[in-house]
């Protein structure tokens, strides 16, 4: 079964600072790979999305994540955050070759933002 | 071009009573999803539709919980008997093709029971 694991429940970052969130994934072929953010209260936005090719992908709000095969992971990272990125992120993975139909998501980080 | 909608956003039931949740896919999409989210927690699958179809129940409870996707209307996710561990966040996803595509979630319909 695949599964997914963000390692950090909370990240705190100083506005204007970089930012990197880990994921980490097990699956046994080339997975669908997902990041999405949370804002309180909210639905979950698409941030970016890996489908095969180019193993950095680029999405919206700044964001980008590189697939490392031979790591597993899917990490998530900002040149320069904003007070408006404090979320909830949550990595997800889907199996590309059509077996699960739902996404397996993992338990989310929080995002803090320090002025 | 409107997202998915949910409704109610908010519900709240007492023991026992039912609980019935609506979604509205994008247009265009035949395909969707239900996910529940508990506190602290991510989104766990419970169910793949298609248009008058059940694709896949594999993370539904066996008991009180049932979905449809009519040929007209929305989708409909239904908790029958509900008891206090049902109180969750619970989504619904679109998507314009099958097999863990990228999905479009909607705002949610957080299900609290007393």
């Known amino acids: 079964a695949q599964s997914v694991t963000q390692p950090d429940i909370h990240i705190t970052v100083s506005e204007g600072a970089s930012l990197e969130l880990r994921c980490n994934y097990s699956?046994?072929?080339?997975?669908?790979l997902f990041w999405y953010v949370q804002s309180p209260g909210q639905g979950l936005q698409l941030l970016l999305k890996?489908?095969?090719?180019?193993?950095l992908v680029q999405g919206i709000k700044g964001f980008e994540a590189e697939f490392k095969r031979s790591q597993s992971s899917f990490n998530l990272r900002k040149p320069s955050v904003h007070w408006s990125d404090a979320a909830e992120y949550f990595c997800?993975?889907?199996?590309?070759?059509?077996?699960?139909?739902?996404?397996?998501f993992g338990k989310g980080t929080h995002l803090i933002i320090q002025p | 071009n409107a997202g998915v909608m949910q409704n109610p956003r908010h519900l709240v039931r007492r023991r026992g009573q039912e609980a019935r949740l609506r979604c509205s896919p994008m247009?265009?999409?035949?395909?969707v999803y239900w996910y529940r989210q508990l506190p602290e927690e991510g989104l766990k699958f419970m169910v793949y539709?298609?248009?008058?179809?059940?694709?896949?129940e594999s993370g539904m409870p066996k008991e009180r919980f049932s979905a449809e996707f009519p040929k007209e209307g929305p989708s409909i996710l239904r908790i029958q008997q509900v008891v206090r561990g049902d109180s969750a966040a619970y989504f619904c996803?679109?998507?314009?093709?099958?097999?863990?595509?990228?999905?479009?979630f909607g705002p949610g319909t957080r299900l609290t029971v007393t």
């Open positions: 996803a679109s998507s314009p093709r099958s097999r863990a595509y990228e999905q479009y």
């Open positions: 699956y046994g072929a080339t997975p669908y």
């Open positions: 890996y489908f095969s090719g180019d193993t």
């Open positions: 997800a993975v889907g199996e590309a070759g059509g077996g699960a139909d739902g996404l397996t």
């Open positions: 247009k265009g999409h035949s395909h």
């Open positions: 539709l298609q248009k008058e179809n059940i694709i896949d």
